[in-house]
């Protein structure tokens, strides 16, 4: 008896929506594995990681404001991914933003007035813009492979960040340390919500997701980035510009990380710090393939992601668990996710050969449904994407 | 730091992932397995007070992490960009997991092969004084150059990465052949890492590698994927590393630390630049079907 994949007729809707909590339930039994084979109590752990913030009412707050960024930024990088546009460099573009809305900040740290924190937030995201825009020129003019110019250009960003932070920008009344002066009333982000950290940056996020549903679904734009990514050769045909959709979704993508990095940096932050680097722009990348590149999913996805951030600060403090393995978690969701995916496209079914004289076979069953399933063009993105534009 | 142990670390990396492109599936997990290898090498010299157990543990362990990659993409044909990105995340995260509890503390390293004796003067120094990784990783270029070039096997991976669909009709496996790619790509990278727990820093830090992942895969573009080339990409990348040092060793600051930090990430962009303006003979050497999925017929 083994196990056999066969093609389906067409992409299982009920999988399309079934895989992503699945995803989240294996990497769930995984963690509790993992961390019991550690030594630690895996059931607590996940406890602490996956229910706790959402069983304490009192961290809800904590929950928008992680997933304001997560979402804001994934939503770009959707667009993108959904044309085979591949920026994975959204955390620099991110930093960026937020270091021109301070350089506005900074500019005007002794003046009063209603337009200050306008003028910072145009500069998040025209700073986060140019930044993906060197990819984009490199790409379209060149043909240079975005994912590696817009990932350098990250590092390049961070040793931005840490020169400003310890040079030109240090505040001066600091004691030395290497951060700028805190922000005035006038350029922080109102909250949302009286007595909450809920700032205007959660319902941007929220509004953004409605807004790139209508443009991605309704609009002649949104029928170009969905075709261009599918079938580019139809797309020049009918007169879809790829080069245009590259400039198009790298910039938007840019602009929506640099905006997502001035909410932080008003909002969060109040200032700016060379911890401000908290890798949002890669975790980002997560939540818009956990939310199927699906506006509506990411933000499902990004209050998700949101939950293992709070829960991993609750089992950093509660069990010692240190945060970097809330990456880990992270990173396993997504494996599981592009694991379970293939039941998307393929039906699991249980085979029981005639001949069981031959188990050498059944020893090894992945490497042979490899060798007897169909060759297919199209990777299993492209199938949803398929699927989620019918 | 030195130009040579700069380079070492990102040339052996590089190597395994070249070999990886040729058989046509690109792995962007490199910096993952990377510090996977890392933390791992310096989790077993530590435990074992024994360096090279601790370098064949990293490679194991970097093959292993290499397998997740492989399973997902190559039998479940999972997106490779995507996959690759989750491993060096979960890489981050779990090298970061596991070295909690070595964080600030130190082993001895690996010993060098030749005796002190022989690096004594400025000559033998340059020729002997090397940690063993170093002269691995020539050997290994000569060989993964010869593989590539003159080996049955090596030809038979070169033509699964130009045409699979041909490759597979006259009777070779391509998921085979591309399973046993990425599992020495896997090895080199933990090799690689390795160097960084073990010769560079004999301290484990967390993120010990900073990017050099990265700029490993942008060194198999540079070289056009080709072994030797790939040799001198990583000298010359390992000089641009060391600048830095180079430069407040000679006593130069009128140029912020920051931005000569920055100059690798740079260089790299400037060079897949120029790389890509290069006539097409050289811009088309990328292996015809890199990233593709692929799911045999018949």
Known sequence: MRLRLEPRREASRAMLYGTPVLAVALTVLAGILIFSLMGYDGLAAIYQIFVAPIADPYRWQDLFVKAAPLITIALGLAIGFRANVWNIGAEGQYIVGALAGTGVALATWDMEGYWILPAMVAAGILGGLLWAAIPAFLKTRFNVNEILTSLMLTYVAVQLLYYLMRGPWRDPEGYGFPQTRLFSEWQTLPTVVQGTLVHLGVPVAFFLAIAVWIVLSRTVTGFQVRIVGLAPQAARYGGFSARGTVWLTLLTSGAFAGLAGIFEAAGPFQQMTPQFSVNYGFTAIIVAFLGRLHPLGIVLAGMVLAVSYVGGENAQTALGLPYAATGMFQAMMLFFLLAVDILVRYRLRVVVPADLSRPAEARHPHIRQADEGSRTSSTPLDKQRESLSA | ?298
């Open chain 2, 1 to 298: 730091m030195t130009l040579v142990g700069a380079a070492t670390p990102i040339l052996l990396a590089a190597l395994g992932e070249l070999v990886v492109e040729k058989s046509g599936v690109l792995n962007l997990g490199l910096e993952g397995m990377m510090l996977i290898g890392a933390v791992t090498a310096f989790g077993v010299t530590f435990t074992t007070g024994s360096a090279s157990l601790g370098l064949v543990a990293a490679m194991a362990a970097g093959a292993a992490a290499s397998m997740i990659f492989a399973f997902l993409t190559l039998t479940l044909t999972a997106n490779q960009v995507a996959t690759g990105l989750a491993l060096t995340i979960f890489g981050i995260g779990l090298s970061s997991l596991i070295g909690q509890n070595f964080v600030g503390r130190t082993v001895s390293g690996l010993e060098h092969i030749f005796p002190a004796a022989l690096a004594d003067d400025p000559i033998g120094r340059v020729v002997f004084g090397y940690s063993p990784l170093v002269y691995l990783s020539l050997v290994m270029t000569a060989f993964v150059a010869w593989f590539l070039t003159r080996s049955r096997a090596g030809l038979i991976l070169r033509a699964i990465g130009e045409s699979d669909e041909a490759a597979h009709s006259i009777g070779y496996s391509v998921i085979r052949v591309r399973y046993l790619a990425v599992a020495f790509g896997g090895a080199m990278a933990g090799l690689g890492g390795a160097y960084y727990s073990l010769v560079m820093t004999p301290m484990w830090a967390d993120r010990l590698t900073a990017g050099r992942g990265w700029i490993a895969l942008a060194l198999v573009v540079f070289a056009s994927w080709r072994p030797l080339r790939l040799l001198g990409g990583a000298y010359l990348f390992g000089a641009v590393m060391t600048l830095e040092l180079h430069a407040k060793a000679a006593g130069i600051n009128i140029v912020p630390p920051e931005f000569l930090a920055m100059l690798p990430y740079l260089a790299t962009i400037v060079v897949l630049t120029l790389i890509s303006i290069a006539p097409s003979g050289r811009r088309n050497a990328a292996p015809a079907c890199l990233g593709k999925p692929f799911r045999a017929t018949g």
